[in-house]
């Protein structure tokens, strides 16, 4: 998924042509600056946003409530959609802006602010030239994302903070952390522009007109966030999401502490059926997340709705077997928990890959996940309560380092395009790693450096965590005055 471009910006690109090819650039730019929107595509990203908003309400309220103790249910399901609601109101006044508009390599403007400019009849590229949806669409379907990304991180540090130190963060983690990343990831002209400068380019006859011709292309290019021009790929939000997520999940758990009574009373979840009907339906909605981050209704959008069923069911099974034969049962909790790893290693690469590669990556990130969830999170010690490093963290930096892996054609995967040259690029192993390998070391200091320092801010304005006495009693009662159960 990346940035949706205004095509009216084609005619900027076609007038600052000069005469010899400006006509050939005035004329590709006048086919693809009045698009008709499909209506299937348009639906399709409808539904798509529909689905990623049930990821997070009622998907992960359920699935985190679900695993903490009954007294704090209520907390984890106010945290939820607090997160949800404040999210999708920032993201309309300047979160769009700054992370889907030209500024720099690591942040966008103001230039939409308050979606200045964006009406019904605003258009926006795909991944196919000439194909745009509403942007309006673009911008319901990316807030779903705005929302759910923060709200992974409310589990790490469950049934201790305050919801004052909730109520603050939010807000500035989405300013200061996720709008960035998303900028640095996603952020691109479009497919249009590239290709309505990549044929001037080629039908240029002289010297001079190349010359100027190859400016305005590398102009083009140049307006990308950082991590994109890079070469980084990441399909549906492996970096902007889970990693992002998980690094600032486990940054404030360690910065908040254990809960009280942590490694000495038992902490069960106290409703796994509540947290397989939440995970179950993130798994529905997940498709929304990966398929819909295709923007089309077409054969890759299938693609990723594949690999999207086969790597969760390959990360259930191998998160199911690996417990079983450490722990001598397999529990529901395990191969929900395993299910999850497999949603978040497949979404950076569900369009990129084979549904083979899919199936290897999952079974792989069930295991690798499940073995830092129990051994390493016991090893080091930490209170990360609902895993969310475990998984998100873990799971995304499996996976945004396997797409460069399994995007290779020869391993089944799908290669990346090449909008100058109009076909799938050629494919380099270690230079494709290493452009994954660069942007997860990025996302882990932005996220890791950045959160640490807001986590700070909020102790000093309000507090994080809440007293050993209110710990006790819990959540529900001390901060919402109410209780999820009357028995």
């Known amino acids: 998924m990346f940035r949706l471009k205004n095509l009216a910006g084609l005619g900027a690109l076609a007038l600052g042509m000069t005469a010899s090819v400006g006509a050939f650039a005035q004329e590709a730019a006048e086919a693809a600056a009045a698009p008709v929107f499909n209506n299937g595509d348009t639906t399709w990203m409808m539904v798509s946003s529909l689905l990623v908003l049930m990821m997070s309400i009622p998907g992960l309220a359920l699935f985190y409530g679900g695993m903490v103790r009954s007294k704090n249910m209520l907390s984890v399901l106010m945290q939820v959609f607090y997160t949800v609601c404040i999210a999708g109101v920032i993201w309309v006044v300047y979160g769009y802006s700054l992370a889907f508009t030209g500024g720099s390599d690591f942040i966008g403007g103001f230039?939409?602010?308050f979606l200045s400019g964006v009406d019904t009849t605003s258009a926006?590229?795909?991944?196919?030239?000439g194909v745009a949806i509403p942007e309006l669409v673009f911008i319901c379907f990316q807030m779903t994302f705005a929302m759910i990304t923060p709200a992974l991180i409310l589990g790490a540090f469950a049934?201790?903070?305050?919801?004052?130190?909730?109520?603050l963060f939010i807000p500035l983690w989405l300013t200061f952390i996720y709008f960035p990343m998303a900028h640095m990831v996603w952020y691109w002209a479009g497919p249009d522009l590239v290709d309505a400068a990549a044929k001037t380019l080629a039908a240029a006859t002289d010297d001079a007109t190349k010359a100027t011709a190859q400016a305005a292309l590398d102009e083009v290019l140049a307006?990308?966030?950082f991590l994109f021009k890079m070469g980084a790929i990441d399909f549906a939000g492996g970096t902007v999401v889970h990693i992002n997520a998980g690094i600032a999940g486990l940054v404030g758990a360690l910065i908040i502490g254990k809960r009280t009574g942590f490694g000495k009373e038992p902490m069960s979840p106290h409703s796994l059926t509540m947290t397989m009907i939440g995970g179950s339906l993130l798994w529905v909605g997940w498709f929304g997340f990966n398929a819909g981050s295709n923007l089309e209704a077409t054969g890759l959008a299938a693609m990723a709705m594949l690999n999207t069923f086969v790597a969760t069911a390959a990360a259930a099974l191998g998160w199911m077997i690996i417990e079983w034969l450490a722990k001598g049962k397999p529990s529901l909790l395990g191969i929900v928990s395993g299910a999850i790893a497999g949603l978040v290693a497949v979404t950076p690469a569900c369009g990129f890959i084979g549904p083979m590669g899919a199936i290897v990556l999952g079974f792989i990130a069930g295991i690798i996940c499940f073995i830092f969830c129990s051994a390493v999170k016991n090893a080091l010690g930490y209170d990360d309560s609902l895993d969310v490093f475990g998984v998100h963290a873990i799971g995304?930096?499996?996976g945004a380092i396997g797409t460069g892996i399994l995007v290779n054609p020869d391993l089944g995967g799908g290669g990346v395009y090449d909008y100058v040259a109009g076909e799938v690029g050629a494919y380099d192993l270690s230079t494709q790693v290493m452009s994954q390998v660069k942007a997860v070391v990025v996302t882990i200091?932005?996220?890791?450096?950045g959160s640490a320092i807001l986590y700070k801010v909020v102790d000093i304005l309000v507090g994080l965590r809440v007293t050993p006495e209110a710990e006790r009693e819990g959540l529900d009662v001390v901060s919402h005055g109410e209780r999820a159960?009357?028995?």
């Open 111 to 113: 230039s939409k602010a």
């Open 124 to 129: 926006g590229a795909t991944f196919t030239v």
């Open 396 to 398: 995304g930096i499996l």
């Open 223 to 225: 307006d990308a966030g």
């Open 159 to 167: 049934e201790r903070i305050k919801f004052s130190a909730v109520v």
């Open 445 to 449: 200091l932005w996220s890791g450096i």
């Open 485 to 487: 159960y009357h028995m």
